[in-house]
């Protein structure tokens, strides 16, 4: 990214709802934060104490799950530049996946505020420029089992989407099979996919470039 003179602030990564994730600069400091719902006690942030001077930089957050079971704690280190600016223990994640009726978004938020703070700020708009956003999927550390589970409450959740679509264009419910969680090789919990299915509903004015470990 590039910052101006004079600094930036805004959202610039952020995605799902109020339990969600987001990237942000704040009085011109780079923030992680990471909402495991929309209560205050549920919101973990990782903060610099230094904002950025204007120029271009490289921002990255490194998210390293404990890889013991599902929902379990995390450690989100924030590096400016590959330099450590900051570090948050987040002390317990979202079990599944973040909300799937809201938006992806890069350079702003469209939907749900991740920080109230900046709720009247809305769309929060990145004031820099973004040259480019990555997105490294690491190794999965689940078992067969835990992975199996986040494949059935994936299904639930694509049925109660369907359902709640097709009650919205008809204006009454609908029967019928509900989609089965799908298998990839390089992202088990199917991810990848449904996120490209709904962007094409919900369109984000980015998208992303996902590298996958090998």
Same mark, same amino acid.
């Given at each position: 990214?590039?910052?101006?003179?004079?600094?930036?602030?805004?959202?610039?990564? %952020?995605?799902?709802?109020?339990?969600?994730?987001?990237?942000?600069?704040?009085?011109?400091?780079?923030?992680?934060?990471?909402?495991?719902?929309?209560? #205050?006690?549920?919101?973990?942030?990782?903060?610099?104490?230094? #904002?950025?001077?204007?120029?271009?930089?490289?921002?990255?957050?490194?998210?390293?799950?404990? +890889?013991?079971?599902?929902?379990?704690?995390?450690?989100?280190?924030?590096?400016?530049?590959? /330099?450590?600016?900051?570090?948050?223990?987040?002390?317990?994640?979202? #079990?599944? %996946?973040?909300?799937?009726?809201?938006?992806?978004?890069? +350079?702003?938020?469209?939907?749900?505020?991740?920080?109230?703070?900046?709720?009247?700020?809305?769309?929060? %708009?990145?004031?820099?420029?973004? /040259?480019?956003?990555?997105?490294?999927? +690491?190794?999965?550390?689940?078992?067969?089992?835990?992975?199996?589970?986040?494949?059935?409450?994936?299904? /639930?959740?694509?049925?109660?989407?369907?359902?709640?679509?097709?009650? /919205?264009?008809?204006?009454?419910?609908?029967?019928?099979?509900?989609?089965?969680?799908?298998?990839?090789?390089?992202?088990?919990?199917?991810?990848?996919?449904?996120?490209?299915?709904?962007?094409? %509903?919900? #369109?984000?004015?980015?998208?992303?470039?996902?590298?996958?470990?090998?």
């Amino acid at each position: 990214m590039t910052v101006p003179q004079g600094g930036a602030n805004g959202c610039w990564r %952020r995605w799902a709802a109020a339990t969600a994730a987001a990237l942000l600069l704040q009085d011109g400091k780079p923030e992680f934060a990471y909402a495991y719902s929309n209560q #205050p006690e549920h919101k973990f942030r990782a903060i610099s104490d230094q #904002p950025l001077a204007p120029g271009n930089h490289i921002l990255r957050v490194k998210f390293e799950y404990s +890889g013991r079971g599902i929902g379990k704690a995390a450690n989100a280190t924030l590096l400016v530049d590959e /330099k450590p600016a900051a570090q948050g223990r987040i002390e317990r994640t979202v #079990p599944d %996946r973040f909300s799937l009726d809201e938006t992806f978004d890069v +350079g702003e938020d469209t939907g749900t505020p991740v920080l109230e703070e900046y709720a009247d700020k809305m769309p929060f %708009r990145f004031t820099g420029t973004l /040259k480019r956003f990555v997105v490294v999927l +690491g190794p999965l550390k689940l078992s067969a089992n835990e992975q199996r589970r986040l494949h059935e409450e994936l299904a /639930k959740a694509m049925a109660a989407v369907r359902s709640n679509n097709q009650y /919205k264009d008809s204006g009454s419910p609908t029967e019928g099979p509900g989609p089965t969680a799908e298998t990839h090789d390089r992202d088990p919990a199917g991810s990848i996919t449904d996120d490209n299915r709904l962007a094409r %509903r919900w #369109p984000v004015r980015f998208q992303p470039q996902f590298l996958f470990p090998r």
